[in-house]
């Protein structure tokens, strides 16, 4: 069979741990055997960040820029204990906030459904995408704490230094004050963003605050994605049928729960922190949790959602078993190839891509699985196996579903 070919590379950030031994086995069981893979590849496994200070997750960010779509393998972000293990310059920041900081991008976490795992609220038949907006508000406060009364003020200073005041409280014994901010960029990046996924995985947008109780913060929030929507987005979203919902968070929440999903919430900042957990917990498992970060003008970055699977990797390396689930690492590069096929209008990676996540899906369904889906599924008949037998299943499938 004739490999399927690309024309642009897609960026490809390698990682640490045992997702860095999965991504090799799943480039050498499923990927190069079928595609004619072209990729650019930036090392971000700690040992190369420290070589370089850093500099190659900066490069690699950039490459994203330049490329438009990249996928990236799970990587450490040190600690105190990974200064000694890696005999590091310095605790590097985590790569995932260079490279957002970088592409100013919002992060899109999808749940992977399959028979026999069923979510905690069973009406959730569809996945549900949490968009968290990645700046601001409680992540950036200033707090205080008051030991025996006074008087608390927000005072803005403008350029020529006139100030406006608003009192926030008169203490007369001890309390607690907290500043928040926001900026309008911020906020209508993180909406273009919401409307440009919502167009492309053709899917209802959801967005809530709570502007009744805050009438200038919340509200800010509604009124620029109201703002953008109508001048932007509304024609496209009409176009497809998909519709740009708003409301109140606590109805938000409600709605969800009785929902059957199929949609994208986008939520604040905190909202996201919070709800994203409920989400990724109610459907099952970290490890079938796909994540994009999208930036305002189109650039996407692909990956799986948990971490490197620590526990397993030294496992591996003392010869020991393993069986960690590659569903959202596969994910990870069934989406970046697909977003790389439609772009270069490639029809055959496209198809690809589709055939890559259903014999994916099929092989868990048939009863194939790693370990931490084996003590969920409810499947009659399922098998346990070790995370390259999990490969070489899904090679079979595929093989089958490309032929
Ligand atoms: P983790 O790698 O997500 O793993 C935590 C536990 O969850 C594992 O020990 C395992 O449970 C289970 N698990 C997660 N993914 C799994 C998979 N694919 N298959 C099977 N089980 C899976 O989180 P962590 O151990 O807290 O973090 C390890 C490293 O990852 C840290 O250095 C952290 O900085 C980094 N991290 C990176 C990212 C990222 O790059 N996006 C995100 C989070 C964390 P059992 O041990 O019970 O089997
Ligand atoms: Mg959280």
Same mark, same amino acid.
């Given at each position: 069979?004739?490999?399927?070919?690309?024309?642009?590379?897609?960026?490809?950030?390698?990682?640490?741990?045992?997702?860095?031994?999965?991504?090799?086995?799943?480039?050498? !069981?499923? !990927?190069?055997?079928?595609?004619?893979?072209?990729?650019?590849?930036?090392?971000?496994?700690?040992?190369?960040?420290?070589?370089?200070?850093?500099?190659?997750?900066?490069?690699?960010?950039?490459?994203? =820029?330049?490329?438009?779509?990249?996928?990236? *393998?799970?990587?450490?972000?040190?600690?105190?204990?990974?200064?000694p293990?890696?005999?590091?310059?310095?605790?590097?920041?985590?790569?995932?906030?260079?490279?957002?900081?970088?592409?100013?991008?919002?992060?899109?976490? #999808?749940?992977?459904?399959?028979?026999?795992?069923t979510? @905690?609220?069973?009406?959730?038949?569809?996945?549900?995408?949490?968009?968290?907006?990645? @700046?601001?508000?409680?992540?950036?406060?200033?707090?205080?704490?008051?030991?025996? +009364?006074?008087?608390?003020?927000?005072?803005?200073?403008?350029?020529?230094?006139?100030?406006?005041?608003e009192?926030i &409280?008169?203490?007369?014994?001890?309390?607690i004050?907290?500043?928040?901010?926001?900026?309008?960029?911020?906020?209508?990046?993180?909406?273009?963003? *919401?409307?440009?996924?919502?167009?492309?995985?053709?899917?209802?947008?959801?967005?809530?605050?709570?502007?009744?109780?805050?009438?200038?913060?919340?509200?800010?929030?509604?009124?620029?994605?109201?703002?953008?929507?109508?001048?932007?987005?509304?024609?496209?979203?009409?176009?497809?049928g998909?519709?740009? &919902?708003? #409301?109140?968070?606590?109805?938000?929440?409600?709605r969800?729960?009785?929902?059957?999903?199929?949609?994208?919430?986008?939520?604040?900042?905190?909202? +996201?922190?919070?709800?994203?957990?409920?989400?990724?917990?109610?459907?099952?498992?970290?490890?079938?949790?796909?994540?994009?970060?999208?930036?305002?003008d189109?650039?996407?970055?692909y990956?799986?959602?948990?971490?490197?699977?620590?526990?397993?990797?030294?496992? @591996?390396l =003392?010869?020991?078993?393993?069986?960690?689930?590659s569903?959202?690492?596969?994910?990870?590069?069934?989406?970046a190839?697909?977003?790389?096929?439609?772009?270069?209008?490639?029809?055959?990676?496209?198809?690809?891509?589709?055939?890559?996540?259903?014999?994916?899906?099929?092989?868990?369904?048939s009863?194939?699985?790693?370990?931490?889906? @084996?003590?969920?599924?409810?499947?009659?008949?399922?098998?346990?196996?070790?995370?390259?037998? &999990?490969?070489?299943?899904?090679?079979?499938?595929?093989?089958?579903?490309?032929?």
């Open positions: 069979m004739e490999k399927i070919k690309m024309t642009t590379p897609i960026v490809e950030m390698d990682g640490d741990e045992m997702t860095r031994i999965l991504w090799q086995w799943i480039k050498d !069981i499923l !990927i190069v055997p079928y595609v004619d893979l072209k990729t650019e590849y930036y090392d971000l496994g700690l040992v190369k960040r420290n070589e370089t200070d850093d500099r190659i997750t900066v490069e690699s960010a950039e490459a994203t =820029k330049k490329y438009g779509v990249a996928v990236k *393998c799970a990587t450490i972000t040190p600690n105190a204990a990974r200064m293990e890696y005999n590091l310059k310095e605790m590097w920041k985590s790569p995932n906030g260079t490279i957002r900081a970088i592409l100013d991008g919002t992060v899109f976490r #999808t749940p992977i459904l399959v028979k026999g795992i979510p @905690y609220i069973p009406t959730w038949t569809s996945p549900i995408t949490i968009a968290r907006h990645a @700046y601001g508000d409680v992540y950036k406060n200033v707090e205080m704490r008051v030991e025996k +009364g006074g008087k608390a003020e927000l005072v803005l200073t403008d350029k020529d230094g006139k100030e406006t005041r009192t &409280f008169d203490f007369e014994g001890g309390g004050i907290q500043g928040l901010h926001n900026i309008d960029k911020s906020i209508e990046g993180f909406a273009r963003s *919401c409307f440009n996924f919502a167009i492309d995985t053709k899917q209802d947008l959801w967005f809530a605050t709570k502007d009744t109780i805050s009438k200038k913060y919340d509200h800010r929030f509604k009124d620029i994605f109201a703002e953008i929507f109508e001048k932007d987005y509304k024609e496209k979203f009409d176009e497809l998909i519709e740009y &919902f708003y #409301t109140l968070i606590d109805d938000a929440v409600a969800v729960i009785r929902s059957n999903g199929g949609y994208i919430w986008a939520c604040k900042n905190y909202d +996201g922190d919070v709800m994203s957990d409920m989400v990724s917990t109610a459907f099952g498992s970290l490890a079938m949790m796909t994540s994009v970060l999208v930036s305002p189109g650039k996407y970055e990956e799986a959602a948990h971490g490197t699977v620590q526990r397993h990797y030294y496992k @591996y =003392k010869g020991e078993e393993t069986s960690t689930n569903v959202a690492t596969i994910f990870a590069w069934s989406g190839l697909r977003k790389r096929g439609e772009l270069d209008g490639l029809e055959g990676l496209v198809k690809y891509a589709d055939a890559l996540e259903k014999a994916t899906i099929d092989t868990i369904e009863g194939i699985m790693t370990g931490d889906l @084996y003590i969920l599924s409810s499947l009659p008949e399922k098998k346990k196996v070790n995370s390259r037998e &999990f490969l070489e299943a899904i090679a079979e499938k595929l093989s089958a579903e490309l032929s």
